[in-house]
């Protein structure tokens, strides 16, 4: 035989067994439940950037939450960490000092802001409105001759393309617009009976919302956890909930998505001003949209409010899965339009090095089955992120710590990985993934990505393998 064919063949046979047998491959492809569907992982070093050990990590997989990666480097490149949303409050009309009177309209102009009183920048008795009003009356003022507008014009109100409908009404799939308000969020307030029988609705939070709305209530009183969900119109207040909720609960919250965030801004401005003495004169809402006419226009900025560091919204966005902050960030990046703020996305990869042609996007936070991307890309943006070390500072103590926070608190717990392994989780039906950092048992920093698709495999019994995989690439690497 040839000399130079002998040794490319010994290269090839390495290279295969150094891929897929350093990890014991067979476990996978003979297990029933995974066989059928595509699992894919890719092992990188980080000192390096070479490639360790991979399998199937060319082949487009569905990612779920592990995609906000993306989202979450682009927004700290192109918006940079000091990043923050503005929400101005103005009038379209004359304050007079002598008299304490406004005349004309207060408007509240929003740009895309996640955080506004969402619950992990605000307790529930602080609420934002106080703050804006205190600011008013510090100014003198004590009577509005006219309205409350809300000024949504910036961009249109935005769900992100083939997003799932019956997501929709749940909290994790709230749309996104410029005036974003308590995470986009309310919750429905169970009581709940013994196991098998029926739960039932004891009103909501924000408690206004529960006389406009109409529920149809098909939930059950059983099981551990919450298992129940929401259908319906985002922008409505019918619901059916159906699932089942834990027994013997004398109060259980059930998250929902809000149909209109900018209705219970106006709802907390109006009671503040009446709590803090200030009379206004119309108390009927206006709301302004992005295709509206622009009847209503400050003309006199009153206080601007600003959200906190981009820093602080990564730490949110990756430590909780946060999907209404990761999608209005990329509208952000967009300039207010959600597709270009995809293309700046790709472009920026591009300027990195990075194939963006294995990465397809239609959202930023990886709730869209239509996103694809390879785990080989995923560890090549790990390298990346690692070697610019401001971004990867900011990245790796945003991710959620195995055993010990966030997405990834009982993952690993009691095991090497807890307090070790660093990185973002993703779930949706039949889809799980984790994408991150590791210390191995050897000492060596890795940057590793698995992702598997349709399984047929409970949650539990799919994090349970993966968690074991993990725990593999810990011990042999």
Known sequence: MNKSLFL??????????????????????????????????????????????EYQSGKYVVP?????????????????????????VGTDGIFSPDSAELTGNIIIEGEGDPTLQSRFFYEEDTLIATEWVKKLKQKGLKTIKGKIVID??????????????????????????????????????????????????????????????????????????????????????????????????????????????WLALFHDMKNQLKAQGIFLADTLPVFQFH???????IRHTLLT????????????????????YTEALLIAMGKGNLHQGIERVKKLLSEKGLDYDHLHMSD???????????????TQLLYRIYQDKKIYGIINNS??????NGTLL?????????????????????????????????????????????????FSAAQKKLTDFMLEIYDKF
């Open 305 to 324: 409010h600003f959200s906190p560091t981009l820093d602080k919204m990564i730490r949110v966005l990756l430590t909780y899965s946060h999907n209404l």
């Open 152 to 261: 949504m014009k910036k961009f249109p109100v935005t769900i992100p393309d083939n997003w799932i409908w019956s997501d929709l009404s749940n909290a994790y799939g709230a749309f996104i617009s410029p005036l974003n308000y308590r995470d986009n969020q309310m919750r429905y307030v169970f009581k709940t009976a013994s196991s098998g029988e029926k739960a039932e609705v004891l009103g909501t939070l924000p408690e206004f919302l529960f006389r406009n709305m109409d529920i149809k209530n098909y939930v059950i009183s059983k099981g551990t956890e919450d298992d129940a969900y929401v259908t319906g119109s985002p922008f409505e207040y019918r619901k059916k909930i159906f699932g089942k909720l834990p027994p013997h609960q004398a109060q259980f919250y059930l998250k929902g998505s809000l149909p209109e965030p």
């Open 8 to 53: 490319l063949i010994c290269v090839i046979q390495s290279a295969c067994l150094f891929s897929q047998d350093v990890l014991n491959m067979a476990l996978w492809e003979k297990d029933s439940a995974y066989n059928a569907g595509v699992f894919s992982y890719s092992v990188r070093d980080l000192e390096s950037g070479e490639l360790m050990a």
């Open 399 to 404: 991710l959620p710590v195995s055993g010990k």
């Open 410 to 458: 009982k993952v690993g717990k009691g095991t090497p990985l807890e307090g070790n392994l660093r990185a973002k989780t993703g779930y949706i039906n039949k889809v799980r993934s984790f994408a991150g950092y590791m210390k191995t048992k050897s000492g060596k920093n890795i940057a590793f990505s698995l992702i598997v698709n349709n399984y047929d495999a409970s």
């Open 291 to 297: 295709d509206d006419k622009s009847e209503f226009v």
């Open 364 to 378: 930023g936070s990886g709730l869209s089955r239509n996103n694809l991307v390879t785990t080989d890309f995923f």
């Open 64 to 88: 779920a939450s592990t995609l906000k990666l993306v989202t979450s480097y682009a927004a700290l490149k192109l918006l940079g960490p000091g990043f923050r949303f503005q929400t101005m």
